[in-house]
């Protein structure tokens, strides 16, 4: 019905042309019939993750590949153009300039985060680039864009392909290249390298000719291989390819918001795993938020903040006089573990906090339904409402864990298919039925892709690049009251850059809506009663249901709005302290719908098919580098 068992066919189909032109070439031919045949021939046995001693072998062979002699260029991935925080990536990470680097992550985590101190104690060489690699940031607006397909303009969209003519004419790659993908950013490990490889196949790239460091520029640089400082880019000569000259496109590899809109109205996402019809919806945002803080004493201030002997300043968000982070305060810590609460944390277990064991109990709690905590990821862009898409698992339960630490290694490589084939057969995923990835905007969700289409040799996987990013906007549902309105969020980090780099905290419970199909009802996620009061029509559509994802999803609870919350109040008691506090950036963001679209909302794809290369005169027009809002690649 969408194309997700299109790979298979076409994958045979693609492998018997190429044993007929094998048997015409061995019969005098030189040449083959089918251009395609030639260019995918090497798909079926293609190992596209290279490791560090192979890239390290072709940069001292002068950037060729002595097999082929096929000329190497190394794109360095980082998402941040200059305007996102002090120094861009390219002068920060990419440069390997740690003073640059440490003022960025100041900005975004905080002097006292454990990320700031895991980077300051980072030594020298493991910051800089690959030496001859060309940095690719992916928010200058190419591989990354703004797109409608119908419904509503979205960023984070796949690039249409004018715009990655322009990326490849300006780094002088040619159809002939291998193209190395890489990384310099170790806080957001192969995010942008994966997202970059599934662009670049969706446009028709032959496997053969890009490849992912396993580990990106840390596993190089701790091989003992020298990285460069400095914006050095090597001599460029642009060149002139064109993604239309590739005889196919793999369109396939990506899911529209108005295909993910019909599976999840077919049932398919919801059926049992061994029900032959079953789609997997798989949500790899992380981690999972299954607490919040007790208010004992209910004065309206989370217990956590009033531990007698540690003062809280709430402008600041920092205990005893900015001395001591919620992470450090929260968590057993090696430098001074006598220091605050200590609690214990651990990475392979859900929930990773015992609750059972003072002083755990006597400060936070859990959100529980059916006997067990509701774990439901974080949005960290702009949304209107959290939950899960209809019948979406999850990377964390308390039966499996297929987070990112649980398929990769400490020092940012993928696991190999014999262990992780074991941690998705866990989670019902096996690839016998297919399988749409999704995250916040498409980023984290591409090291899914990528492990199981890749590493794990799984067919049919889709990315949906759309994501919570533009499923979480298409509401025609707002709050009447702040009953569904999702409380304050705390992200906490136990340690890092150690596996589950942060918990997310909640300043109080939250209440959980689901819309049940089977009455048309919106009802309590908890209890089951019906609930309409706090629900009213409105939202991004205004009413109008034909896009609305609210009735299409699970676990829902609003973000809050500026006109039902009101002011943001504080923590200091004076204005009564309320949990739920609107944020302009974040939340209720203005987004541009079409709400009495028709159509099948799947216009990108309409687009980029009929895309045959940009008018020789035209060059296209630059597109405009944007800022991401709530971080992310």
Request: hydrophobic share 35%; charged share 20%; glycine share 10%.
């Amino acid at each position: 019905m969408i194309g997700l068992k299109m790979n298979r066919s076409f994958l045979i189909g693609l492998l018997a042309m190429a044993v007929v032109a094998l048997s015409l070439a061995g019969c005098g031919s030189d040449s083959y019939d089918d251009p395609a045949v030639e260019t995918y021939q090497g798909d079926a046995s293609a190992q596209t993750l290279v490791e560090a001693a192979t890239v390290r072998t072709w940069v001292d062979n002068g950037c060729v590949l002595p097999e082929t002699g096929q000329r190497m260029v190394v794109l360095d991935c980082v998402p941040n153009p200059a305007g996102v925080f002090p120094y861009s990536d390219t002068d920060s990470w990419f440069a390997g300039d740690k003073t640059k680097v440490l003022v960025n992550i100041e900005k975004q985590y905080g002097k006292l985060s454990p990320q700031y101190k895991a980077f300051s104690n980072m030594p020298e060489n493991l910051f800089g680039h690959i030496p001859g690699a060309i940095p690719n940031v992916s928010h200058e607006g190419y591989e990354v864009t703004n797109r409608d397909d119908g419904p509503m303009l979205s960023e984070h969209e796949v690039g249409t392909g004018s715009l990655i003519d322009q990326m490849l004419q300006q780094y002088g790659i040619t159809k002939d290249d291998v193209i190395v993908l890489t990384t310099s950013r170790y806080d957001y490990p192969g995010f942008c390298s994966a997202r970059l490889w599934w662009t670049l196949r969706y446009w028709g790239f032959p496997k053969e000719n890009i490849r992912v460091l396993n580990g990106g520029n840390k596993a190089y640089a701790m091989a003992g291989n020298p990285l460069q400082k400095g914006v050095t880019l090597p001599a460029i000569n642009p060149s002139n390819i064109s993604v239309a000259d590739f005889p196919q496109r793999f369109l396939d590899e990506r899911i529209s918001i108005g295909e993910l809109i019909s599976l999840v109205d077919s049932g398919r996402t919801t059926l049992a795993d061994e029900d032959p019809d079953k789609v997997i919806v798989l949500d790899t945002r992380q981690p999972p938020a299954a607490y919040y803080f007790k208010d004992g004493d209910a004065d309206n201030i989370p217990d956590v903040f009033q531990v007698a002997g540690y003062a809280y300043d709430p402008a600041k968000k920092l205990f005893n006089n900015g001395t001591l982070t919620l992470s450090e305060f929260l968590f057993d810590r090696d430098d001074d573990p006598a220091t605050g609460l200590n609690i214990p944390f651990s990475a392979t277990t859900n929930p990773p906090i015992d609750l059972t064991a003072a002083p755990a109990s006597s400060y936070l709690a859990i959100h529980g339904i059916n006997g067990g905590p509701l774990a439901i990821p974080l949005g960290a862009k702009p949304a209107a409402f959290e939950g899960i898409v209809r019948g979406a698992k999850i990377t964390k339960t308390p039966t499996y864990n297929i987070t990112v630490p649980a398929l990769t290694l400490p020092n940012g490589a993928y696991k190999t298919k014999e262990d992780m084939l074991p941690v998705f057969a866990a989670a019902g995923i096996d690839g016998s039925t297919p399988v749409v990835v999704y995250c916040n905007s498409g980023a984290l969700a591409a090291i899914y892709y990528y492990a199981l289409k890749e590493i794990c040799g799984f067919e049919n996987v889709r990315l949906y690049d759309g994501s919570w990013q533009e499923w979480a906007n298409l509401t025609a549902f707002e709050p009447a009251d702040t009953t569904y309105v999702m409380n304050d969020d705390y992200a906490a980090f136990p340690s890092y850059p150690a596996p589950s780099p942060s918990v997310v905290f909640f300043a109080g419970q939250n209440k959980y809506f689901t819309y049940d199909p089977a009455t048309d009802a919106f009802k309590d996620s908890q209890s089951g009663a019906v609930i309409n009061d706090p629900i009213k029509a409105g939202g991004s559509l205004g009413g109008n249901p034909a896009w609305d994802t609210i009735t299409r999803s699970q676990y829902v609870m609003f973000r809050p709005t500026a006109t039902v919350q009101g002011a943001a109040l504080d923590l200091n008691g004076t204005d009564n302290y309320r949990n739920k506090t609107y944020n302009k950036v974040t939340d209720w963001p203005a987004m541009r719908t079409t709400p009495g679209y028709i159509g099948d909302a799947n216009r990108i794809r309409q687009e980029d098919e009929a895309y045959q290369g940009a008018a020789p005169s035209s060059g296209g027009e630059a597109p405009s580098a944007f800022i991401p809002k709530g971080g992310g690649c």
